[in-house]
């Protein structure tokens, strides 16, 4: 990818547990999003959180960065079916260009 | 609400004939952005726009592709002569930058070329 890779891959929980995906990228950023694509739907913003923050929450989403490790991981508590998704990562390094990662595909089991 | 549309959500097209895809951002957003998706690659940014100038356009194959903002409400990706790589979901997604920074994706166009 242009920026960055999340991990896994896949991921499949059972509904109720908590799903956490990570996001490992290259340049110093500005700020990291996250963002969740249903199949065959066009991307949703999450979550932003800026390179001076460490930790960000949302609902039952937390975002961490780690920008000495250029990683960020995406936490969702309490999982339903209906978070069933990919989740993609993107970085904004400064030009208001923003790169996403290769996406995790996330399902979780009634 | 407002929403980014894009037309056409499918197209199957032969080898070698043109391809134009439009996108009507959110009225009122600075920047406009094209992407590709596809399985292998991910999603990978083409061009973007700001106050429709390109500011970008170096993620696209510069000799078939071209992309235009012709007025604030319409930007334009063709491609011309398509070939079968070029089979992907394209996505149109904009923003106001300087203020939150999010962007607002639209549905996608499809396409296929045989």
């Known amino acids: 990818s242009q920026q960055g890779e999340e991990d896994p891959q896949a991921l499949s929980i059972q509904e109720g547990e908590n799903a956490t995906m990570n996001c490992s990228y290259k340049t110093s950023i500005n700020n990291l999003q996250w963002y969740r694509q249903n199949s065959g739907r066009g991307l949703v913003h999450l979550i932003l959180i800026r390179s001076n923050e460490r930790e960000k929450h949302s609902g039952r989403l937390r975002v961490t960065l780690d920008t000495s490790k250029k990683s960020s991981s995406l936490l969702i508590t309490a999982s339903r079916a209906a978070d069933t998704a990919s989740y993609f990562c993107?970085?904004?390094?400064?030009?208001?260009?923003?790169?996403f990662g290769t996406g995790t595909s996330l399902t979780v089991i009634p | 609400d407002a929403r980014v549309t894009q037309t056409p959500r499918h197209k199957v097209t032969e080898m070698g004939q043109e391809v134009t895809m439009r996108c009507q951002p959110i009225l009122g957003h600075n920047t406009v952005f094209w992407y590709r998706q596809t399985m292998m690659q991910g999603l990978e940014l083409l061009a973007y726009?700001?106050?429709?100038?390109?500011?970008?356009d170096s993620g696209m194959p510069k000799d078939r592709f071209s992309a235009e903002m012709p007025d604030a409400t319409l930007a334009t990706l063709k491609i011309q002569p398509s070939e079968p790589r070029d089979s992907a979901v394209y996505f149109c997604?904009?923003?106001?930058?300087?203020?939150?920074?999010?962007?607002?994706f639209g549905e996608g166009s499809r396409l296929t070329v045989l």
């Open positions: 993107a970085t904004d390094a400064g030009g208001n260009q923003f790169y």
């Open positions: 726009f700001r106050n429709r100038a390109p500011l970008d």
């Open positions: 997604a904009s923003g106001l930058l300087g203020n939150t920074g999010e962007l607002f």
